[in-house]
């Protein structure tokens, strides 16, 4: 796999730039609280977005290989960043058909935590020692 990503910058530290790929396209600066414009996602957003992305895209395969009756996946994610700790908590939502089993219900559930062991960027990041947490919810329709 090859993936080039392309980023072009513009006026000094309080101005901001663009990230391309293939198929993303978004603003990018340095964060206000480190004197910057603000006007974009920070380096570390696009971090949690992309762990955040592999998290739900290993859910979706996770959930579709097991046959569950999804009816709607929805992935929050939450960093906190402090000097001595990188943590991200992923809070899956998961809803089933409304004639979904109670097999299908707990596999749903465990399904959330399988998915985090197959994503690797998350796995990349664990390797840092960055702390990532699963908080999930299935529901029925």
Sequence with gaps: MKINVNAVWDGGVTGN???KSEFLDTKIAIPTSLGGSGNGASPKEVLVSSVTTCYTATLTFVLESRKLPVAELTVNSE???SDNEFKIIHYPQIVL???????????AIRA????DKGCEV???LKKADVKIGIQGN????
């Design 112 to 115: 959330t935590e399988a998915a």
């Design 122 to 124: 998350g796995n990349l």
């Design 79 to 81: 960093a906190t960043i």
């Design 97 to 107: 058909s409304e004639d979904a089993t109670e097999e299908q219900i707990q596999s």
């Design 138 to 141: 299935v529901s029925v329709k």
């Design 17 to 19: 730039g663009t990230l």
